[in-house]
């Protein structure tokens, strides 16, 4: 299954959601919902919500971010926000600002 992607050119201002990867290497802002995972590269920045089944992250994310499997924060990204996931891997040399909860319910 081929990703979505968002170029680096591009900005987009509202809410995304679906059912597919999604790849970041330009902006958004707003909210992102996806029952999928998601891929900020580090051209990336996304101030926004984001609630997703596993997040990887190399660029910067403003926001809150609930995962119901895994975020992964890499080693140049920068985040500034509360997480929420039943596994958080933090790379060395990532920033990080914010709470962790991984006192997720089971469904």
């Not at 919902?33 to 926004?48: D, I, R, T």
């Not at 933090?90 to 469904?107: L, P, T, W, Y």
């Amino acid at each position: 299954m081929a990703n979505t992607i968002i170029g680096s050119s591009i900005v987009i201002d509202g809410e995304i959601s679906g059912d597919e990867d999604l790849v970041i290497q330009g902006t958004v802002k707003g909210k992102i919902s996806l029952k999928e995972s998601l891929f900020v590269e580090a051209s990336g920045v996304v101030e926004a919500d984001i609630e997703v089944q596993n997040v990887e992250i190399g660029g910067r994310v403003t926001g809150n971010i609930a995962a119901t499997d895994k975020v992964e924060l890499k080693a140049d990204c920068r985040v500034v926000g509360d997480v929420r996931a039943p596994r958080i891997l933090i790379a060395d040399g990532a920033s990080f600002k914010g709470n962790v909860d991984m006192d997720v319910k089971e469904r």
